[in-house]
């Protein structure tokens, strides 16, 4: 590379001035200050948000196990009637929810939110308003699906929600609408955060972190935020037909009209079994992070480590028909998932191997983190030899849906993802609230979780091959289950106490305690270069990192971070501000400015979750009302935040770097956010062409006859009006750039009645063909892909309009024109799914000879 | 474009495209991923179609052939990681140095061992292939 920056020949720092770092510090401090009082709740910083997250999603854990020792208690001695069926079955399924999706996948966000800006020596994550909107999505969308349990109405259908139980509103009432509801709504959350991370490892490491540099944790958070990418959408889009199907009475799991209750469990599962993934990575990262630490050296064997997460990241999407074996699929069709789920025991077994030998070569020292650690690595490899067995699809047929699977599952998640977050609890407790936390109740919890733990759940093996399924209310005394089941329930109860004593720990008021010293631990990762007393900032100045340990391998970092002699050691402008780098070498490639404390991401979160919530209720009128309070929250908080254009077009960003303030195009991480949303949206509309796919190869007849097809006249002039308005916004930016604000602005208002004429042009197509989606799978899968277009033209039509004004209002110029080109990203996706649903309609039936 | 000062390095994107510098580490295990697909649709469809207990002797060889081909591509692959990354396949690495060539042979070393693992994890999908007789 010929215009490489070569970052370690930069000029020397200024000599240091006591004033002139004084008056920079105090700069800093004005503009990353946290609100104070009720005004918290403005807050924005990761630092903020992270710990807010962290807080509610155990909170959330809790809550769950407050229900698994209901769950236990009711099941300790035979023919129990402590709690009614219909509650039990409340119970477990709130249990099982609550666990994955408002414990285990929020405080991977959590803790990735709270640790990866500083592990990266960066102020904040690039879109910080967007961690607060999701961190309120969360919350909202968790407290309604938790609270339905106290009226009696919580989802009762089990965590997985299967059709026709969940179809039928005979058989399951308002809590399976709230469980969909609720749950879409913390999706959106999740995805929020999963962008805000891949952009983050991806764009915001500080200056020269190579791709080899990457600290192993960062490299988790990518390869999880991009499952999150591919494994989230599949079940949105199957939310969106079970909803249809309870809402609307649309035929897409009722046998009777051609639907199939299979389809939903295999867009649970193609969510549902990387999910599972998703939830162990980031917590097998907290031991990568944690080891080298206690064992004073660097991971034996970072790259396959890499290897590890990455080919883990892939298998796992091709193990999801194992939770499906009983289902009657072809044999031929088993064995694959079975090859696959035996596969990723491969990767899986490397970070375990590479952990113990980072363990052999080193004297690792005694902690409460290490015992943690220890004991998660025992749990999850004994999960992981049932896993191993359960792969197995003869062995499956009999244990399936019995404990032995309760069993297994809860070896793997409490070994490979709860240890290892109580691991990260001790060991960077010290990091946010600078005190140590009591290494001897430190030990009392681990203990007792981890004794109890192994009380409670080894015995379920052995009721699991005795006959006892799961999800049983009570069972006779003659089953023989009694005693295990017993010992089950004290284990359980024992480990509640384990638990007990560690949230106390952590809880414990400890005002008046001494603050730790820097770096208490000895750590290499720059999360621990921040200075105690702690401040807002994150970091003093962003540091150059040439090392994969900065702490151990930079030994002038410290002093030369505190005396602000790297980059954007100043606040002049009295704006928070980041640096972007590339991805391959991590060269600075401009100042990114982002937002402050705000309340427009709080009323944004709060009216998105009144849709959702009002939608459970068929509110329809107020649904709409919220929606529009939603859309105008965003578009001010857009308006307000983003693609501000810079007061000067570059700025001196500290040892003679001179940086751009303003970026657009693949340069700016609005791009990438935008890139990467879109990936997942594609993700979701693969689901519904899935789901064509499967009525077409599971249906013998789902294709109807040629009379019965939409028309391919108005299907082809929909499709040309369609390209038409992608064709505008492309012109809009050629002109944009050419300087002709005026017809950028005519194309953009134009693409907009090109859109609805568009779509006018499908619906008929549908409409004329006497196509009625309460009839037929196929009818009601043809209406969803319109509804699908439509929903996204509708979004596509506030972007355009919302680009012209800013055009108008020279916010967004010829010069700096990032919402224009982001925009015009957004309508290739837009055509791509166009062109799609097209071929499915038009082409598709008649290449298979329905003309 | 952003006004740029001469200092200040082009956009990362077509590098890492041209390079195929990131997108080298996914192209393997791409490859599993179509060929774990394709193998289970055209088993599925077959079985689905032509009803239980058909036999499985031409979607046997698609699988199988299918599997060469991929697992040709992949050995591709490898020869690019090698050759173009200078990729090693050795249990201790330590690529820590800042450089590019550091760089490139870092992802290189994590291009290689992702091929064989997507090598291995494909045979594991051909062998029901080769074993179950009808659907």
Same mark, same amino acid.
């Given at each position: 590379?010929?215009?490489?920056?070569?970052?370690?020949?930069?000029?020397?720092?200024?000599?240091?001035?006591?004033?002139?770092?004084?008056?920079?510090?105090?700069?800093?401090?004005?503009?990353?200050?946290?609100?104070?009082?009720?005004?918290?709740?403005?807050?924005?910083?990761?630092?903020?948000?992270?710990?807010?997250?962290?807080?509610?999603?155990?909170?959330?854990?809790?809550?769950?196990?407050?229900?698994?020792?209901?769950?236990?208690?009711?099941?300790?001695?035979?023919?129990?009637?402590?709690?009614?069926?219909?509650?039990?079955?409340?119970?477990?399924?709130?249990?099982?929810? %609550?666990? =994955?999706? /408002? #414990? @285990?996948? !929020?405080?991977?966000? *959590?803790?990735?939110? +709270?640790?990866?800006? &500083?592990?990266?020596?960066?102020?904040?994550?690039?879109?910080?308003?967007?961690?607060?909107?999701?961190?309120?999505?969360?919350?909202?969308?968790?407290?309604?699906?938790?609270?339905?349990?106290?009226?009696?109405?919580?989802?009762?259908?089990?965590?997985?929600?299967?059709?026709?139980?969940?179809?039928?509103?005979?058989?399951?009432?308002?809590?399976?609408?709230?469980?969909?509801?609720?749950?879409?709504?913390?999706?959106?959350?999740?995805?929020?955060?999963?962008?805000?991370?891949?952009?983050?490892?991806?764009?915001?490491?500080?200056?020269?972190?190579?791709?080899?540099?990457?600290?192993?944790?960062?490299?988790?958070?990518?390869?999880? %935020?991009? =499952?999150? /990418? #591919? @494994?989230? !959408?599949?079940?949105? *889009?199957?939310?969106? +037909?079970?909803?249809? &199907?309870?809402?609307?009475?649309?035929?897409?799991?009722?046998?009777?009209?051609?639907?199939?209750?299979?389809?939903?469990?295999?867009?649970?599962?193609?969510?549902?079994?990387?999910?599972?993934?998703?939830?162990?990575?980031?917590?097998?990262?907290?031991?990568?992070?944690?080891?080298?630490?206690?064992?004073?050296?660097?991971?034996?064997?970072?790259?396959?480590?890499?290897?590890?997460?990455?080919?883990?990241?892939?298998?796992?999407?091709?193990?999801?028909?194992?939770?499906?074996?009983?289902?009657?699929?072809?044999?031929?069709?088993?064995?694959?998932?079975?090859?696959?789920?035996?596969?990723?025991?491969?990767?899986?077994?490397?970070?375990?191997?590479?952990?113990?030998?980072?363990?052999?070569?080193?004297?690792?020292?005694?902690?409460?983190?290490?015992?943690?650690?220890?004991?998660?690595?025992?749990?999850?490899?004994?999960?992981?030899?049932?896993?191993?067995?359960?792969?197995?699809?003869?062995?499956?047929?009999?244990?399936?849906?019995?404990?032995?699977?309760?069993?297994?599952?809860?070896?793997?998640?409490?070994?490979?993802?709860?240890?290892?977050?109580?691991?990260?609890?001790?060991?960077?407790?010290?990091?946010?609230?600078?005190?140590?936390?009591?290494?001897?109740?430190?030990?009392?919890?681990?203990?007792?979780?981890?004794?109890?733990?192994?009380?409670?759940?080894?015995?379920?093996?052995?009721?699991?091959?005795?006959?006892?399924?799961?999800?049983?209310?009570?069972?006779?005394?003659?089953?023989?289950?009694?005693?295990?089941?017993?010992?089950?329930?004290?284990?359980?109860?024992?480990?509640?106490?384990?638990?007990?004593?560690?949230?106390?720990?952590?809880?414990?008021?400890?005002?008046?305690?001494?603050?730790?010293?820097?770096?208490?631990?000895?750590?290499?990762?720059?999360?621990?270069?921040?200075?105690?007393?702690?401040?807002?900032?994150?970091?003093?100045?962003?540091?150059?990192?040439?090392?994969?340990?900065?702490?151990?391998?930079?030994?002038?970092?410290?002093?030369?971070?505190?005396?602000?002699?790297?980059?954007?050691?100043?606040?002049?402008?009295?704006?928070?501000?980041?640096?972007?780098?590339?991805?391959?070498?991590?060269?600075?490639?401009?100042?990114?400015?982002?937002?402050?404390?705000?309340?427009?991401?709080?009323?944004?979160?709060?009216?998105?979750?009144?849709?959702?919530?009002?939608?459970?209720?068929?509110?329809?009128?107020?649904?709409?009302?919220?929606?529009?309070?939603?859309?105008?929250?965003?578009?001010?908080?857009?308006?307000?935040?983003?693609?501000?254009?810079?007061?000067?077009?570059?700025?001196?960003?500290?040892?003679?770097?001179?940086?751009?303030?303003?970026?657009?195009?693949?340069?700016?991480?609005?791009?990438?956010?935008?890139?990467?949303?879109?990936?997942?949206?594609?993700?979701?509309?693969?689901?519904?062409?899935?789901?064509?796919?499967?009525?077409?190869?599971?249906?013998?007849?789902?294709?109807?006859?040629?009379?019965?097809?939409?028309?391919?006249?108005?299907?082809?002039?929909?499709?040309?009006?369609?390209?038409?308005?992608?064709?505008?916004?492309?012109?809009?930016?050629?002109?944009?750039?050419?300087?002709?604000?005026?017809?950028?602005?005519?194309?953009?208002?134009?693409?907009?009645?090109?859109?609805?004429?568009?779509?006018?042009?499908?619906?008929?197509?549908?409409?004329?063909?006497?196509?009625?989606?309460?009839?037929?799978?196929?009818?009601?899968?043809?209406?969803?892909?319109?509804?699908?277009?439509?929903?996204?033209?509708?979004?596509?039509?506030?972007?355009?309009?919302?680009?012209?004004?800013?055009?108008?209002?020279?916010?967004?110029?010829?010069?700096?024109?990032?919402?224009?080109?982001?925009?015009?990203?957004?309508?290739?996706?837009?055509?791509?799914?166009?062109?799609?649903?097209?071929?499915?309609?038009?082409?598709?039936?008649?290449?298979?000879?329905?003309? | 474009?952003?006004?740029?000062?001469?200092?200040?390095?082009?956009?990362?994107?077509?590098?890492?495209?041209?390079?195929?510098?990131?997108?080298?580490?996914?192209?393997?295990?791409?490859?599993?991923?179509?060929?774990?697909?394709?193998?289970?649709?055209?088993?599925?469809?077959?079985?689905?179609?032509?009803?239980?207990?058909?036999?499985?002797?031409?979607?046997?060889?698609?699988?199988?052939?299918?599997?060469?081909?991929?697992?040709?591509?992949?050995?591709?692959?490898?020869?690019?990681?090698?050759?173009?990354?200078?990729?090693?396949?050795?249990?201790?690495?330590?690529?820590?140095?800042?450089?590019?060539?550091?760089?490139?042979?870092?992802?290189?070393?994590?291009?290689?061992?992702?091929?064989?693992?997507?090598?291995?994890?494909?045979?594991?999908?051909?062998?029901?292939?080769?074993?179950?007789?009808?659907?």
């Amino acid at each position: 590379m010929t215009q490489e920056i070569d970052l370690s020949k930069l000029p020397p720092a200024e000599p240091y001035d006591k004033a002139r770092d004084e008056a920079q510090r105090a700069r800093l401090m004005k503009v990353w200050k946290t609100p104070t009082g009720w005004r918290r709740i403005s807050a924005v910083n990761n630092s903020s948000v992270g710990k807010w997250y962290l807080l509610t999603s155990f909170a959330f854990f809790t809550f769950a196990g407050f229900l698994a020792l209901l769950i236990r208690a009711q099941l300790a001695v035979p023919n129990n009637d402590l709690l009614s069926q219909s509650l039990y079955n409340q119970l477990f399924t709130l249990h099982g929810t %609550a666990m =994955m999706f /408002l #414990f @285990a996948v !929020p405080i991977f966000e *959590a803790v990735a939110i +709270l640790i990866l800006p &500083e592990i990266l020596g960066a102020r904040d994550l690039p879109f910080p308003r967007l961690s607060a909107f999701g961190y309120w999505c969360f919350l909202i969308g968790g407290l309604f699906v938790c609270g339905s349990v106290f009226f009696g109405v919580a989802p009762d259908g089990g965590w997985f929600m299967y059709t026709p139980l969940s179809s039928d509103p005979d058989y399951s009432g308002l809590g399976a609408d709230i469980w969909l509801l609720g749950l879409s709504f913390i999706e959106v959350s999740s995805i929020a955060a999963a962008v805000e991370l891949i952009v983050g490892v991806l764009k915001s490491r500080p200056p020269g972190m190579r791709l080899n540099l990457i600290p192993l944790y960062c490299w988790y958070v990518l390869v999880v %935020a991009g =499952m999150i /990418l #591919f @494994a989230f !959408p599949p079940l949105i *889009a199957g939310d969106l +037909l079970l909803e249809m &199907e309870r809402a609307f009475n649309w035929a897409f799991f009722d046998p009777d009209r051609g639907g199939d209750p299979l389809l939903w469990q295999h867009l649970f599962w193609i969510f549902g079994h990387p999910e599972v993934y998703i939830i162990f990575l980031p917590s097998i990262a907290l031991i990568a992070t944690i080891l080298p630490t206690f064992a004073g050296r660097p991971m034996v064997g970072h790259s396959w480590i890499v290897l590890s997460a990455v080919g883990v990241a892939f298998l796992s999407f091709g193990l999801w028909v194992h939770h499906m074996f009983t289902t009657g699929l072809p044999e031929i069709s088993l064995s694959f998932f079975s090859a696959a789920s035996e596969a990723v025991a491969v990767p899986t077994g490397i970070q375990i191997f590479c952990f113990i030998a980072t363990m052999l070569v080193s004297k690792v020292r005694r902690s409460v983190p290490m015992l943690f650690a220890g004991g998660a690595l025992a749990i999850f490899v004994f999960g992981g030899l049932t896993g191993v067995m359960v792969a197995l699809v003869p062995f499956d047929w009999q244990a399936h849906d019995s404990y032995f699977v309760v069993a297994h599952l809860h070896y793997t998640l409490i070994g490979g993802m709860l240890f290892p977050l109580f691991a990260g609890v001790h060991y960077w407790y010290p990091f946010v609230t600078q005190k140590r936390m009591s290494d001897k109740l430190g030990r009392w919890s681990f203990w007792l979780m981890f004794g109890g733990f192994n009380l409670a759940f080894l015995p379920m093996h052995w009721t699991g091959v005795m006959g006892m399924p799961r999800r049983v209310w009570t069972y006779d005394v003659s089953d023989g289950w009694a005693v295990l089941n017993m010992v089950s329930t004290i284990g359980a109860f024992i480990f509640a106490s384990g638990f007990v004593v560690l949230a106390v720990n952590v809880l414990w008021p400890r005002g008046k305690a001494p603050l730790v010293e820097r770096n208490l631990w000895n750590a290499g990762t720059m999360e621990w270069s921040a200075e105690v007393p702690d401040k807002p900032w994150g970091v003093r100045s962003i540091p150059y990192i040439h090392t994969r340990y900065p702490l151990w391998e930079q030994k002038e970092l410290l002093g030369e971070m505190d005396r602000g002699e790297w980059f954007l050691p100043d606040a002049e402008e009295g704006k928070r501000e980041l640096i972007i780098t590339d991805i391959l070498d991590a060269r600075p490639l401009y100042v990114q400015r982002v937002g402050g404390p705000s309340y427009l991401t709080l009323g944004s979160a709060f009216c998105l979750g009144a849709v959702f919530i009002l939608a459970t209720f068929h509110l329809w009128t107020l649904t709409l009302l919220f929606g529009a309070g939603f859309i105008g929250f965003t578009l001010w908080w857009l308006w307000t935040g983003t693609s501000e254009i810079p007061e000067k077009p570059e700025k001196e960003a500290g040892r003679g770097l001179v940086l751009p303030t303003y970026a657009q195009g693949n340069n700016s991480p609005g791009w990438w956010a935008v890139f990467i949303t879109m990936t997942g949206d594609m993700t979701a509309f693969m689901g519904l062409v899935f789901s064509y796919f499967f009525y077409w190869t599971a249906l013998p007849d789902f294709l109807p006859g040629a009379a019965r097809l939409p028309g391919f006249g108005w299907l082809l002039v929909g499709l040309a009006l369609l390209l038409a308005g992608w064709v505008t916004a492309l012109l809009a930016r050629e002109r944009l750039t050419a300087g002709g604000t005026g017809q950028a602005m005519a194309l953009l208002v134009a693409g907009v009645p090109l859109g609805a004429l568009g779509i006018g042009a499908w619906g008929w197509a549908a409409r004329s063909a006497g196509f009625d989606p309460t009839e037929t799978s196929f009818d009601a899968t043809v209406w969803v892909l319109i509804l699908w277009m439509g929903l996204h033209l509708l979004l596509d039509a506030v972007m355009r309009l919302y680009v012209a004004a800013r055009v108008w209002r020279s916010r967004c110029t010829p010069r700096y024109r990032a919402d224009s080109v982001n925009l015009t990203l957004f309508t290739h996706f837009l055509a791509l799914t166009a062109v799609v649903i097209f071929a499915l309609l038009a082409l598709f039936p008649m290449l298979m000879g329905v003309v | 474009m952003a006004p740029r000062n001469k200092t200040v390095p082009p956009g990362d994107a077509p590098r890492v495209i041209d390079q195929g510098s990131v997108w080298i580490l996914v192209a393997a295990p791409s490859i599993w991923a179509a060929h774990f697909l394709l193998s289970y649709w055209v088993a599925a469809i077959w079985c689905a179609k032509l009803g239980r207990g058909t036999t499985l002797m031409e979607p046997r060889w698609i699988i199988a052939g299918l599997g060469a081909l991929c697992i040709a591509a992949i050995i591709g692959l490898a020869v690019l990681a090698i050759r173009r990354y200078g990729g090693v396949f050795v249990i201790i690495e330590e690529i820590t140095e800042s450089s590019e060539r550091a760089r490139d042979r870092f992802v290189g070393h994590v291009a290689l061992l992702l091929c064989v693992l997507s090598a291995v994890a494909i045979l594991f999908t051909v062998i029901p292939g080769m074993v179950l007789g009808e659907c």
